[in-house]
């Protein structure tokens, strides 16, 4: 008897199952809210069962009724909670009188060490198949599958197919499938993913290869308005040096390869070795800050007239290489230093490094962090200028990770939105454009990559272009290169320029988002009462700071050597 062939199995995103059901409880209570009647919430849940994309899969009916001093008796009523079915978008949209989680599945911890134990069996996994919308397979691809215990990686082949072993049942599903191409494809992501073990799953991905004969800039390059023409020796950043401390770029990259100065301080590779990129951050940062249009491909970088100095750090590199990197900096004599890097760990001596530079007329700007939290360090440090990731729903693409990171309840009518994974706090200065953005990676090619680590030299780019020219920066005064006021001036005009294309949160983008459009050239006058006050403040913070670092630094000394003497 001949054995039947399956035909194979298209992955999509599938729709995601929750729990859903009013804020009630203290929690209510916190947020200022009413809890709703049940009948309020059966209402709610009527009108959301006419949305497109949610399904109500069961109702499990309350047993006790709340019992909260002050709120009437028919609030206080069993509240029912939904199990639905939706897309992630459906459920970013729920007001707060709703809460909402996914549903999960549990497990004994005996099914959770048989897991750990079995996963490495590769019967017990997944063939997968990458391709293009024309079905061509997709070589060079990582793919990612993951439970709620564990994470599995493996590389396409040269037919696009690849095979992981992770263990996972009806109870124990498949978290998550991601593909990740390096360049010229966009990401697929999936959570809950339809996948068939008998069959080969085949995934299909987006190319902008062809599109980007004709890119000349990003979405983010259009909203702060600088896809303006552009002419021989005008809005090009001639005569500023831009740092880039980062991973190296790719020197072989016909759109970089104007970029001749740069030192590595790697410590296990070369000094000479900063125009090889292992990583390929610091070729995308550096691009979309200076890269310049080739024959085969017009896209162009912020200010392709800077004079870039590629400051190799990653991989490997600690914090000491980073203080030399700054050192160098100093004596390089740069305008601008692009910092698209962070720790959770606060640093005395490098916050004192970065003090330097500022004081010395190098503006410092820093990526916040992507792991939603509080803003990591050098951003948090007052020396330098905090950037959060914001994010266009139109210029967001279907099926991938992207999609996933709307902040809820915080798209405007112009479809702006804060990026979840942004870190936010009182520190943010800016917001800029950072979900979803093409810029050069190793290989000669395009890549899309979205994080703080882009919104910062969006920002950086528009600032060396002000400083090459508003002829305030230019002229022999306050304001020129070597001074603290420089740095002041700066602050200023950026905070002047920013806001209005969204009603902003200080917390999660600062003063708002820069344009090239808000500032009057070369009429912008500087505020001098405001910039006496930046000098006050920004100086009673460093001390203030500093102090705190140390603090920090020496109290986790102190733990550690209290930890070793038990």
Same mark, same amino acid.
């Given at each position: 008897m001949t054995e039947k062939t399956l035909p194979p199995n298209v992955v999509s995103a599938a729709k995601t199952r929750h729990l859903l059901t009013s804020t009630q409880g203290l929690a209510a209570v916190y947020l200022g809210l009413t809890p709703m009647s049940a009948s309020d919430l059966q209402d709610k849940a009527d009108a959301l069962a006419t949305l497109e994309g949610l399904e109500i899969v069961r109702t499990i009916v309350g047993s006790e009724p709340l019992q909260l001093q002050g709120v009437d008796s028919d609030q206080q009523s069993a509240q029912p909670t939904y199990v639905v079915q939706a897309e992630p978008h459906v459920m970013a949209s729920l007001p707060p009188t709703v809460v909402a989680e996914p549903l999960t599945y549990l497990m004994s911890h005996a099914e959770i060490a048989s897991a750990s134990q079995t996963s490495?069996?590769?019967?017990?996994?997944?063939?997968?198949?990458?391709? $293009? #919308?024309? %079905?061509?397979?997709?070589?060079?691809?990582?793919?990612?599958?993951?439970?709620?215990? @564990? *994470?599995?990686?493996?590389?396409?082949?040269?037919?696009?197919?690849v095979q992981i072993g992770i263990y996972s049942n009806q109870n124990f599903p498949i978290k998550t499938l991601r593909v990740m191409p390096k360049a010229w494809y966009w990401d697929f992501y999936a959570e809950r993913p339809e996948l068939d073990k008998r069959r080969t799953n085949v995934v299909k991905i987006r190319s902008f290869k062809t599109a980007m004969k004709t890119v000349v800039g990003g979405w983010g390059q259009e909203l702060m308005g600088l896809l303006h023409p552009r002419s021989a020796t005008k809005f090009r950043g001639e005569g500023i040096k831009v740092a880039v401390i980062d991973s190296g770029i790719d020197g072989g990259h016909d759109s970089l390869?104007?970029?001749?100065?740069?030192?590595?301080?790697?410590?296990?590779?070369?000094?000479?070795?900063?125009?090889? $990129? #292992?990583? %390929?951050?610091?070729?995308?940062?550096?691009?979309?800050?200076?890269?310049?249009?080739? @024959? *085969?491909?017009?896209?162009?970088?912020?200010?392709?007239g800077v004079e870039l100095h590629v400051f190799k750090i990653f991989p490997y590199g600690g914090s000491d290489a980073l203080l030399e990197a700054l050192d160098e900096?100093?004596?390089?004599?740069?305008?601008?230093?692009?910092?698209?890097?962070?720790?959770r760990q606060l640093s005395p001596i490098l916050q004192q490094r970065i003090e330097r530079l500022t004081l010395n007329g190098i503006c410092c700007v820093a990526s916040a962090g992507n792991d939603g939290s509080a803003v990591m360090f050098p951003a948090n440090s007052p020396s330098s200028l905090a950037i959060s990731a914001i994010g266009l729903k139109e210029a967001v693409v279907a099926n991938t990770y992207d999609a996933t990171q709307i902040l809820p309840g915080s798209a405007t009518d112009n479809g702006l939105f804060f990026a979840r994974f942004s870190s936010h706090g009182p520190e943010i200065?800016?917001?800029?454009?950072?979900?979803?953005?093409?810029?050069t990676v190793p290989g000669n090619a395009f890549g899309a990559q979205s994080g703080t680590s882009m919104s910062a030299p969006h920002v950086t780019g528009l600032i060396a272009l002000l400083l090459a020219e508003l002829p305030v920066f230019q002229e022999a005064g306050p304001f020129k290169r070597g001074t603290f006021d420089r740095v002041l001036a700066v602050a200023d005009i950026m905070m002047q320029i920013s806001g209005g294309t969204m009603v902003m949160t200080p917390s999660r983008a600062g003063a708002g988002i820069p344009t090239l459009e808000g500032v009057a050239l070369p009429d912008?006058?500087?505020?001098?009462?405001?910039?006496?006050?930046?000098?006050?403040?920004?100086?009673?913070?460093?001390?203030?700071?500093?102090?705190?670092?140390?603090?920090?630094?020496?109290?986790?000394?102190?733990?550690?050597?209290?930890?070793?003497?038990?």
């Open positions: 490495d069996d590769t019967t017990s996994g997944f063939t997968l198949q990458v391709v $293009d #919308e024309n %079905g061509d397979p997709v070589a060079g691809v990582q793919v990612a599958l993951s439970t709620d215990f @564990e *994470k599995r990686t493996a590389m396409t082949d040269e037919r696009g197919m390869a104007h970029v001749v100065h740069g030192k590595n301080f790697n410590p296990k590779q070369s000094p000479d070795a900063w125009n090889t $990129d #292992e990583v %390929g951050h610091g070729t995308h940062t550096a691009g979309l800050i200076g890269a310049r249009p080739t @024959e *085969k491909y017009p896209f162009t970088g912020i200010a392709p900096c100093l004596r390089r004599g740069v305008d601008v230093v692009n910092l698209s890097l962070g720790q200065d800016l917001g800029a454009p950072g979900v979803g953005i093409i810029s912008r006058r500087l505020r001098n009462n405001v910039i006496e006050q930046l000098r006050n403040d920004l100086g009673a913070k460093m001390m203030i700071y500093s102090n705190r670092s140390i603090s920090q630094t020496s109290m986790a000394y102190a733990a550690a050597a209290d930890a070793a003497r038990r």
